[in-house]
């Protein structure tokens, strides 16, 4: 069973830079192509170059950033012929993720889905940011993904979702419908929540069809 997680203050500097960094490439604050710097970096972030260097790998493995030799280390570029690949994985492992979370949520958990649950639907949905819909979307599909309490399954989605988030971020002006899509995530809710696997599993792989089907439109 995997722990709760940790406080922001109980995480190591290398976690810590990891996640900061992680979220900025995720959401383009760091632009695609930009460049790293890893002292400009480390002084953003009050934490040593060893940090962010260990963060740095990470990243790098996970499709974030590329380090070219003699040139540098960048943001990596958003390229939409990747999303078929993407979708492609997403569409395997997303209804596996929801139906699994469906059976394995603890009390804790329930409470955290619920929790996203009112969030979503709460007075303040209307007047959400195209960036805090964005963010909300992050944190449910990341909690899905820990109600699994399966580490390889969390892992392997949460790097899948960032990429296909980066590519949702590149398009947000042309799709108004966002706040409907992140919406979707209600009835999942609910279905995990309820311990419903079969429904749960269904309702998440017609949300990434639904996803992939408005990036294309949006083009």
């Not at 955290?112 to 969030?119: D, G, K, N, P, V």
């Not at 590519?167 to 279905?191: K, Q």
């Amino acid at each position: 069973m995997k722990p709760a997680e940790p406080a922001a203050e109980d995480l190591s500097y290398a976690e810590r830079a990891y996640r900061d960094l992680r979220d900025r490439l995720v959401m383009l604050d760091i632009r695609p192509g930009a460049p790293i710097n890893e002292d400009q970096l480390a002084q953003s972030l009050g934490f040593g170059r060893t940090p962010v260097r260990e963060a740095l790998k990470r990243l790098q493995y996970e499709r974030l950033i590329a380090s070219y030799p003699r040139r540098g280390t960048f943001a990596t570029e958003v390229n939409i012929t990747d999303l078929a690949h993407i979708s492609e994985v997403r569409r395997q492992l997303e209804p596996m993720a929801a139906a699994q979370a469906a059976r394995r949520a603890t009390d804790d958990d329930r409470d955290r889905l619920t929790a996203l649950l009112e969030e979503l639907e709460s007075d303040r949905a209307q007047r959400r940011s195209a960036d805090a819909h964005l963010r909300l979307d992050l944190q449910v599909h990341r909690a899905i993904y820990a109600a699994t309490h399966n580490p390889y399954l969390e892992d392997t989605l949460v790097r899948y979702d960032n990429l296909a988030t980066r590519v949702w971020c590149l398009f947000v002006d042309r799709l108004p419908g966002m706040a409907g899509h992140v919406g979707e995530h209600g009835p999942l809710l609910r279905a995990v929540v309820a311990g419903d696997p079969d429904k749960a599993g269904a309702l998440a792989g017609s949300h990434v069809d639904g996803f992939e089907q408005a990036i294309r439109a949006a083009i």
